[in-house]
Structures are given as C-alpha cells and as structure tokens.
C-alpha cells in the first residue's frame, strides 16, 4: 500500500487491456459501464503496471449510476487472484487518486501510457464475452415482465419485441463486428506467419 507520503504518478496500461476498455465503453453512450483492472503497483517508484481486465455483469444499468451484485465482485476478484498466479504478479485493487484540499477531496491527474503489447489470450477471452454479458443483462431485465406480472398478451409480445430488438441490435452492433475484426487479426497474423517462414528457409539457404 502506497503510503500518504506517495502518490499514484503513473499508470502503464497494457494495449490489449485499452482495446478491452474502449470496446466496453463504446457499447452504450447512455448507460455507465463497470469493470476491474488487475496489475500491480511498484512502490518505490509508484507506477501502477495494468495488465488485465474483468468486464462485470451488470445487476443495475442507469444512466446516472451502474451496480453490481456481490456475487460478481466475489467472482471478479477470485478470478483476479487465479490470473495474478498465473502470471506470479500481486493483484493490487486501487481506487481513484486525490488529494485534500481544505475540507474537500479533489481528484488528482495522473500520467497514463499505453504499453504496445500482444493481445493476449486472457484478455481476448474478456473481449469476446462482451456480447454474451450484454444479452444476459438485456434477458435479466426483461425478467420481470412474464405472464404473472403482465395479464395483457398485446403488451407480452410488446415487451418480447422490444427484448428481440435489443438482443438484434447486440449481435448486429457488436457481436459480427467483433468476429470480423478477429477474424481480420488473424488473417494478419497467419500472413506474418508465411513471410515470416520465407525469411528463415531464404536465410538456411543462403548459409
């Protein structure tokens, strides 16, 4: 734990973890979106090194606010210390910085770098369950509204429709752009691959 001598100076955030973010964020421009960054804090020098996200489900989705049960947040964290095994780093959960200034707190700024690194397996498995989540949350708030709390069946098919529209609209919006952005990377990397392999058989050859 940095001490109130020291504050947060820095933060280097893995590439793959910032294509997570920014894909999360740009799911929704009128709720909040929630997740956690794992990494771990060197204090000497009070660097914060990020290397891996969690997107949470989300039990509440507003457009002031956003919650999410304990169960998940319980999850989240166990799946954070599993990954911090792994990669034999210690999981460090930090909030946002500030600094009190008179009787008020006041947020401080701080230096943000993004690593240029591989997309790694983790964090893609973050990224393609994007989808998954949003159609869970998108069924879990459409729940409540069955045969025991809505008598009308014009109004079933109503709310029914509005919940296809929605599941339509994550698979159309989200779902096959990801897959073809994947499908992209890949076709990327098996070219890399080949060039790759030609270089080496034209460099044996030569010796």
């Known amino acids: 734990m940095i001490s109130e001598e020291k504050y947060l100076k820095k933060v280097i955030l893995a590439g793959d973890v910032y294509a997570a973010c920014l894909q999360h964020a740009l799911t929704t421009e009128k709720e909040e979106v929630m997740g ?11 660097i914060s090194q990020i290397s891996a996200c969690v997107i949470l489900h989300r039990s509440d989705k507003q457009p002031d606010r956003v919650e999410i049960s304990p169960e998940q947040l319980c ?6 210390e599993e990954l911090a095994n792994k990669l034999r780093n210690h999981v460090q959960l930090t909030c946002f910085q500030a600094y009190q200034s008179g009787s008020e707190y006041q947020r401080r700024e701080i230096e943000i770098v993004i690593e240029n690194v591989n997309l790694r397996s983790y964090n893609l498995e973050s990224i393609a369950s994007l989808p ?9 708030s459409h729940e409540g509204e069955g045969d025991n709390c809505v008598e009308d069946e014009l109004a079933m098919l109503h709310n029914d429709a509005f919940k296809t529209v929605a599941l339509v609209h994550i698979v159309s919006k989200l779902g096959k752009p990801l897959c073809e952005d994947l499908e992209a990377r890949l076709q990327t990397v098996n070219l890399r691959i080949t060039e790759l392999e030609k270089m080496k058989k034209k460099l044996l050859t030569e010796h």
């Open 75 to 80: 999850t989240a964290s166990g799946y954070a």
């Open 36 to 46: 956690l960054l794992i990494g771990e804090v060197d204090e000497k020098k009070c």
């Open 132 to 140: 998954r989540i949003l159609s869970q949350e998108e069924v879990q």
